[in-house]
């Protein structure tokens, strides 16, 4: 196989973090790899999947199920192809496309991407906002607000590990699983007749429209850039032996967690077919309508089923739908921003259409904003697919591990029928644009199209119009030569933050390892007394006081030891007066202590070290207390 050099990983935090190699064969072995494919699994049981299979049930009973289970099959085909990426060349389809497209072609797919991700996370928040309201009567718009916070268990979740993560994810599975079996269980639908909806068979053209709807809400785009980076966080033999059995236990953990998928959605389409259609109520649709009937058939126990299914299907994918949003930024941009920073951008994007939509036109038109994330999904599907048949259809990279031209052949059908059938989805919503008067949206909806159409005809011939395909068109390391004049700096006025405990002295021997004999310590501390806040620098109370006192002690120890020192005092903010001291008095370098405060702690007492270095233009030295 051909040796692949990478400039960089995916996913860096908890890349490689599980290790396989160390597990002899047997159940050990296989369980260390099974956890990827369950992260994935949640994307195709998404709140965005739910009116589709409500509909198909209730409108045409069991006759859709076989539709359900070719999309299963469709979609294990095409994350198998995913996982084989992230296996066999150790790159995300973010990175593959960085270093396949041009530069031009890759900020497009990235845009495209990013649109894809604020639409899965659109999803997810009306998803979880409706459940909240289903099982506690919480206002949707509050609802919608809430979903903010789960910011903060992501960011917990990530510090405490892939593992921890990957079980935290299976426990919300299984409570959709669940809560779905019980209700399955109290409808007792006749199983010979839900056999008989594997049969295919349309019954109408409506159901022709409403299969399109499912196969379409099935293969989720973000789900194919997780899954190649996921399986990275497997550390496995890299010989031919030990790629070609991660790639048979990843099958392994692909064919459980996306059966898992398809039990579910098939359960929400059974249930609909038992409890609506067949006493006649065809015309479920919505979430909510659903949630309402159901009492009526199947007492008290199923709506709350219902909504805690909800919520946990809500609540999963928006965990995995963040972990993609990071995937693909670094992986197109190689642009890493802090996680919980890139959680808020991404939530954001969710809520504030929610918000406005729910302000002005009211909790009824949700459904028509979960329609809306369907369509923007669809508009990217072509751009994931096509380029990851591409690249695990290409020898040269993929080596003896390249897919089979049987494989090649249902991946490329299953990529025109997909494509097709989300094709004709878009046309028909963008008819109603078309039957009417508005001349400038016609031509603007005229336009994106063509730009669409001329970016998916590229990346079907790309690999026909370029062969050089090991050239990066996003360079890693842009202009990075060989070290040529090292130009060594003396500090002549170093600057030292001190917060009057036990690790100044660490702080001070830093400064003074960095500086020469002739070089000058300027000790700095900020009074953060209420007088002092209030008073500034004419405050007088007693933690003043013996703040001034502390640092002439430290002065005069300085001097006694041989070195040039002088000690100033600021008032009030922390940030300011330090950046304005530093400032003031010309120092050339500062050395500040880091108390190691994650997460919740950052929130609560602030980020001085960070906030001050970007106050400044010279070298901050950080140490770690």
Do not use: C
């Amino acid at each position: 196989m051909n040796n692949i050099k990478h400039t960089d990983t995916s996913l860096s935090e908890v890349h490689e973090t599980i290790d396989t190699t160390k597990k002899k064969i047997g159940w050990r072995k296989i369980f260390s790899f099974l956890g990827p494919a369950y992260l994935v699994s949640v994307g195709y049981m998404d709140p965005g999947n739910w009116a589709t299979d409500l509909a198909g049930g209730s409108k045409f009973g069991y006759s859709l199920v076989w539709v359900l289970l070719m999309s299963n099959l469709m979609a294990l085909l095409l994350q198998g192809l995913s996982a084989r990426l992230g296996i066999v060349r150790r790159r995300d389809l973010a990175q593959a496309n960085r270093e396949a497209y041009p530069k031009l072609v890759n900020y497009a797919l990235w845009i495209l991407a990013e649109i894809a991700i604020a639409a899965t996370d659109l999803a997810e928040v009306l998803g979880m906002a409706i459940g909240l309201q289903l099982l506690t009567g919480l206002p949707l718009i509050w609802g919608v607000s809430l979903t903010v916070l789960d910011t903060f268990l992501l960011l917990y979740l990530q510090r405490l590990g892939m593992r921890k993560m990957e079980a935290f994810i299976i426990a919300l599975v299984a409570v959709v699983a669940i809560s779905f079996l019980i209700e399955i269980l109290l409808a007792k639908p006749v199983l010979a007749e839900v056999a008989k909806g594997f049969i295919p068979t349309f019954p109408s053209e409506e159901a022709l429209y409403i299969a399109i709807g499912i196969i379409g809400a099935t293969v989720m785009p973000h789900n194919l850039y997780l899954h190649s980076a996921l399986v990275q966080t497997r550390k496995i033999d890299r010989t031919d032996d030990g790629i070609r059995q991660a790639l048979k236990f990843n099958r392994i953990d692909s064919t459980i967690a996306l059966n898992i998928a398809f039990l579910v959605n098939a359960a929400i389409l059974i249930l609909a077919a038992t409890v609506f259609f067949k006493t006649g109520n065809s015309n479920v649709a919505e979430i909510k309508e659903a949630h309402r009937l159901l009492p009526g058939f199947l007492g008290n126990t199923a709506p709350i089923l219902f909504a805690v299914a909800l919520i946990a299907a809500g609540q999963s994918s928006t965990v995995t739908g963040t972990l993609a949003g990071q995937i693909i930024m670094e992986g197109y941009l190689s642009l890493r921003i802090n996680p919980i920073l890139r959680r808020l951008i991404t939530r954001l994007l969710a809520i504030i259409p929610a918000l406005i939509v729910i302000a002005i036109y009211g909790e009824n038109n949700v459904d028509a904003l979960l329609v809306l994330s369907q369509v923007i999904l669809s508009l990217q599907l072509g751009f994931a697919i096509i380029p990851l048949i591409h690249f695990t259809s290409d020898k040269k990279t993929m080596g003896i591990f390249v897919i089979k031209p049987i494989t090649k052949i249902a991946a490329w059908l299953i990529a025109s029928v997909l494509i097709f059938l989300n094709l004709k989805m878009l046309v028909n919503e963008a008819s109603g644009v078309f039957a009417g008067d508005n001349v400038l949206a016609k031509i603007a909806l005229l336009l994106i199209g063509v730009i669409f159409l001329v970016l998916l005809v590229y990346i079907i011939l790309q690999p026909l119009i370029t062969k050089n395909k090991e050239k990066l068109s996003i360079q890693m390391h842009p202009g990075v030569n060989t070290l040529q004049n090292l130009a060594i700096p003396t500090f002549a006025k170093i600057a030292v933050a001190l917060d009057y405990t036990a690790n100044d002295e660490r702080l001070l021997a830093y400064a003074i390892g960095q500086g020469k004999e002739k070089s000058t310590y300027l000790l700095l501390h900020i009074v953060e007394s209420a007088s002092a806040k209030l008073l500034g620098k004419d405050s007088d109370d007693f933690e003043t006081v013996k703040d001034r006192e502390q640092m002439e002690l430290y002065v005069r120890q300085l001097k006694e030891r041989g070195y040039d020192a002088e000690g100033k005092i600021g008032f009030r903010n922390r940030v300011k007066e330090i950046a304005r001291i530093v400032n003031e008095h010309n120092a050339d370098m500062l050395v500040i202590g880091a108390h190691g405060h994650t997460g919740l702690k950052d929130f609560i007492y602030g980020e001085t070290v960070n906030a001050v270095r970007h106050e400044l233009k010279i070298p901050v030295l950080v140490v770690n207390l």
